[in-house]
């Protein structure tokens, strides 16, 4: 099946099959054998596994050189990150964080397609075909959906057109992806989650749409129906409704999934019940939850208790068969309708992704470097599928300027610095960092590890242990001030000495997201509630919608040339001047120079210009003229800009730089 060209490496993994059961009774005793496994319910929270703080060390030696052009935008990104597969006769499609990618199997070729190819954007979310043989794509943060008709892409800019186009072959569809649309057999509902985070239905006659009004829980990515009618929209939380009814029941997460958990896919199986992954940040552990229906209520599994469970889990899906699939670390499990589970080691490998086994028991996986091709009868592996890509990984959590004038990126994989003149490429810190914070004199680190700093480009100091999860530096002293996964306000200096500045759940009820330091010592704090207050004197204030806050979720903090503090929310911008006055600005109020309503990230740069990093691209605003500019960029989550005007985004799809001659201004 698979020729000797050089696209297909053969690996050599430690693979091992165990046929072995995770008990489905609740509060089953844990064992000591790796053969067996318990379960715990919703009433037994879960411990977090400790972490080893990171160790100081000298700066490494350049790994990789990009190279940099002329062009006015240039994206490094990496596509063996495989959120979704699809197996068909000669071909395998692969959904990644940065474009899809086809392998001809017969050739041994490939072909890789971005936005220059047609798509809409890079990070995709959900791959199906349906009966006509058309080949899907969704998006993570567009109303976007693509479809290959053989020869090219079509991009639809709103999903509902596209059922409307292709309904008939989408209702007859027997491969589907719950994060497109999803339907029954002996249905003509076509069920998909709505962008603006509602479920919705169409019956070849009318829409149907499901909100908060109805019992939906926000956010709601994947919609899956049951061969009864059962629907589970997932979001927030989970939401159910048999189809045809009107008003939904919710449910919120098994209650073991921690804080910096969040749920990663979802499955409903034979039985009506809707089996739910989860991973989480920081050591903590991952696992499975499932609604029973039946009793009304969750049973959570977890590695620590159940062996043979990857640590997170990643993929959840339920085939026609009834059989259940879990990808996560290391592992897949599955488990036929009345079997016990059974798992394939896959080392040193996440698994994102499974294509259930055809015929031939080939079984393809989508991992965090490539597609895996393995029989699930004997465990050997037949393939392994990868792009050479640049040392830049995928999903970019922050972008910060250091104060050499270097770009410093943070990855799931660790820190890198680029610099902006010759390309040099340095590996800075190997463990994840979630958060960076960049200073005249210093730029600083935070993850699980730890908060660490570096002054002029010198060696990096731990001087934390603490799990940092969102990082601002103080303007009146050298102290970066960051919140812990646990919400514990902290000042942290040079020496290492730590000061305690509050909790935000017992300030304000909820984590935070973001936060900034004002010149007279005010410490803001962007919450899922409101925009928090603290004053030098420790006194906490919530600022919501009532006070002139666009929308209660609050996502980022800029502090502008004039003191001024900058707003991002989940639905719009806004300004708080130092006289309590305050200004909104949309989509329509900027003509469309902010790009999105989601802004996600917010840097002041040079000249007091305004760079702000939207769900739909970034936008700049000049202080004086109040001039808008923007570039279309899908999945903007981070910005950071160098001396010589280019702007340098952290996307989910990987790392790209825009010159300031690419932006298009607004007339």
Not at 11 to 25: E, Y
Not at 34 to 54: E, G, I, K, V
Request: charged content about 15%; glycine content about 12%.
């Amino acid at each position: 099946m698979f020729g000797r060209r050089a696209v297909i490496v053969y690996l050599s993994f430690a693979l091992a099959l165990a046929a072995c059961a995770l008990p489905a009774t609740p509060n089953a005793p844990a064992t000591a054998t790796p053969t067996t496994a318990a379960l715990r319910n919703n009433s037994q929270p879960m411990t977090p596994q400790p972490t080893s703080p990171a160790t100081p060390a000298p700066l490494p030696t350049p790994v990789m050189q990009l190279a940099l052009t002329g062009a006015p935008v240039q994206a490094w990104t990496d596509p063996n990150l495989v959120t979704g597969i699809l197996a068909l006769p000669g071909e395998v499609w692969a959904a990644t964080q940065s474009g899809v990618v086809r392998w001809d199997l017969d050739s041994d070729t490939m072909a890789r397609y971005g936005t220059a190819e047609g798509l809409a954007a890079l990070s995709t979310r959900g791959i199906a075909v349906d009966s006509d043989g058309r080949i899907w794509i969704g998006y993570a943060e567009l109303d976007a959906w693509s479809v290959w008709d053989g020869q090219s892409w079509q991009t639809y800019d709103q999903r509902e057109r596209a059922v409307e186009a292709h309904y008939d072959a989408m209702v007859a569809a027997r491969r589907t992806d719950p994060r497109l649309w999803t339907n029954r057999a002996d249905s003509t509902w076509v069920w998909l989650p709505e962008i603006a985070g509602r479920a919705e239905s169409y019956d070849g006659q009318r829409w149907r749409l499901y909100g908060e009004n109805r019992g939906v829980r926000s956010g709601t990515w994947l919609v899956d129906v049951s061969v009864d009618g059962q629907v589970w929209a997932v979001g927030s939380a989970v939401s159910t409704v048999f189809e045809g009814e009107v008003y939904w029941d919710d449910h919120s997460y098994y209650s073991g999934m921690g804080t910096g958990c969040a749920a990663t896919s979802a499955s409903v199986d034979a039985r009506g019940g809707l089996w739910v992954g989860y991973a989480c940040e920081s050591g903590q552990p991952g696992g499975l939850m499932y609604w029973d229906l039946t009793h009304g209520r969750w049973r959570g599994y977890e590695q620590a208790l159940n062996p043979l469970l990857p640590a997170q889990v990643y993929w959840t899906h339920t085939d026609q068969n009834g059989t259940v699939w879990v990808g996560g670390d290391d592992a897949v499990i599955w488990k036929d309708p009345e079997s016990p589970w059974r798992r394939l080691d896959i080392t040193g490998l996440q698994v994102r992704a499974v294509q259930e086994p055809a015929a031939d028991g080939l079984m393809w996986l989508g991992t965090d470097q490539g597609l895996v091709a393995v029989s699930q009868r004997t465990g050997a592996v037949q393939a392994h599928l990868r792009i050479p890509a640049p040392a830049i990984p995928p999903n970019v959590l922050d972008v910060a300027t250091a104060p050499d004038g270097s770009i410093w990126v943070a990855t799931e994989r660790g820190v890198l610095s680029v610099d902006v003149s010759t390309g040099k490429l340095e590996s800075i810190y190997p463990d994840p960092i979630v958060a960076l914070a960049g200073g005249p004199h210093a730029v600083w680190l935070a993850g699980p590890g730890g908060v660490s700093y570096a002054v002029d480009g010198g060696d990096l100091y731990q001087v934390s242990q603490a799990n940092v999860r969102t990082l601002t530096l103080s303007p009146e002293s050298e102290a970066a001030i960051g919140c812990t996964l646990g919400g514990e306000l902290l000042r942290i200096w040079p020496d290492g000495t730590e000061d305690t500045v509050g909790n935000v759940p017992a300030l304000f009820g909820a984590t935070a997201k973001a936060l900034a330091v004002g010149p007279d010592g005010v410490l803001w704090v962007a919450t899922g509630v409101g925009l928090g207050r603290i004053s030098p004197e420790g006194e906490a204030q919530l600022l919501t919608v009532d006070d002139g806050l666009p929308n209660n979720d609050v996502l980022a903090l800029a502090l502008g040339p004039e003191d001024e503090l900058w707003i991002g929310t989940r639905n719009g911008l806004a300004r708080l001047r130092t006289d309590g006055r305050w200004t909104r600005f949309t989509t329509q109020s900027t003509e469309g120079g902010l790009r999105s309503m989601t802004v996600r990230d917010l840097t002041v740069g040079p000249g007091g210009m305004l760079w702000i990093a939207t769900g739909g691209g970034i936008s700049s605003r000049e202080p004086e003229e109040a001039d808008w500019a923007y570039y279309d960029l899908a999945g903007a989550r981070a910005v950071a800009m160098d001396a010589q005007g280019n702007a340098w985004i952290g996307t989910n799809a990987g790392l790209v730089r825009v010159a300031g001659t690419a932006m298009t201004p607004v007339p």
